[in-house]
């Protein structure tokens, strides 16, 4: 049921508490903002809360239907859990002044909130086929049909325009992975999750003298031994995002422990190609897995070098010959 709704007025970064940035453990923001942050501001009683999505960092995660002049819009809506601690409070308004700044076709956009009565509310466009993980999974041939050569690539597309975006705002997102890439009706994949939602894919995440969870099949040497996280780690673990989309969902290095990931990744033995990915496709994949973080491509280059292969119509359908594969190829048997 639909009530009077509040007008939507944008909303001063006063009343969205710090710019304090430091802290947030999961997407760094490099720069400070200014101004007032422009999303709207919604009553719950615009609101209805539809199924239940899934469980976020914060809270519960629904399908909502958000009426706004007469018009129905699907969003996914982030509601902070009751008893939320103050804490808790604080790094999600604090995530709100982070996210409401990015607009791009490939970000999963925040379109407003409701923080006058609780729970309060973080509304997103809503992101019909789910996260990518299990949107490549669920077409995994041989059981699946599999996916259209252009439309794997225009995945990869989708992703490095949006981490372009993200890397152009000084932003590091830390936590690239296809699990935090969401797939919109139309097929336009869109990264996701600036919080913390480590606890569903647990077994991703690798915990360090039991303090936080680390995604480590993800990350390059710099980020396991030192803690370092750039827009150059984020191109590593892109690499990795690319390896997830042509190998339909594996878990990157399957069937080693993270421990052995994590002496892996530091003795640099790669990824393998995955089975029929074009050679050039597995070729930007191991220039993301450089070593040196400075001679990994940029996001431009990588938007560019893909934009390429989509012009010609397609990547260039070499297989990796075997010689070409060394490494490590996780595939169950
Ligand atoms: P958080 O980032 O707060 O930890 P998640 O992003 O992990 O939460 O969301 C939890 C669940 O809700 C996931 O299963 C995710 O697929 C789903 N979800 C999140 N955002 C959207 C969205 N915009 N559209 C559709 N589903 C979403």
Not at 42 to 64: D, H, M, R
Not at 296 to 302: C, D, L, S, T
């Amino acid at each position: 049921i639909y009530g009077n709704s509040r007008l939507n007025s944008p909303i001063e970064m006063s009343e969205l508490l710090t710019n304090n940035f430091a802290n947030q453990p999961h997407l760094t923001r490099n720069t400070r903002g200014n101004g007032v942050l422009r999303i709207p501001q919604y009553s719950l009683s615009q609101i209805k809360f539809l199924e239940e999505l899934g469980e976020g960092a914060f809270g519960k995660v629904y399908k909502g239907a958000l009426k706004k002049n007469g018009e129905t819009q699907f969003v996914a809506v982030k509601a902070l859990k009751e008893n939320a601690s103050a804490k808790t409070q604080a790094d999600f308004r604090r995530e709100i002044d982070l996210i409401s700044e990015l607009t791009h076709d490939n970000i999963v956009c925040i379109v407003g909130v409701a923080l006058r009565e609780e729970p309060l509310c973080m509304l997103f466009e809503f992101m019909a086929r789910g996260d990518l993980h299990e949107f490549l999974m669920g077409r995994a041939p041989p059981s699946g049909k599999g996916l259209p050569p252009m439309r794997l690539l225009n995945i990869a597309s989708n992703i490095a325009s949006g981490m372009q975006y993200l890397a152009s705002h000084h932003y590091v997102h830390r936590d690239l992975a296809a699990r935090n890439c969401l797939v919109s009706d139309d097929f336009i994949v869109k990264i996701s999750d600036f919080g913390l939602s480590r606890d569903i894919y647990s077994s991703d995440y690798y915990r360090v003298q039991s303090k936080s969870l680390l995604p480590v099949r993800w990350m390059p040497p710099e980020s396991i031994l030192y803690g370092k996280f750039t827009t150059e780690s984020d191109i590593w673990s892109y690499g990795v995002v690319l390896w997830e989309i042509y190998s339909y969902g594996l878990q990157p290095y399957y069937g080693y422990s993270n421990q052995e990931v994590i002496s892996m990744v530091r003795g640099g033995e790669l990824l393998a190609a995955p089975a029929n990915c074009p050679a050039p496709m597995y070729s930007l994949m191991r220039d993301c897995w450089k070593h040196t973080p400075q001679r990994r491509p940029n996001f431009e280059e990588i938007v560019n070098r893909i934009q390429e292969w989509i012009n010609m119509g397609g990547c260039p359908e070499i297989a990796v010959s075997e010689a070409g594969t060394s490494g490590f190829g996780h595939r169950p048997s």
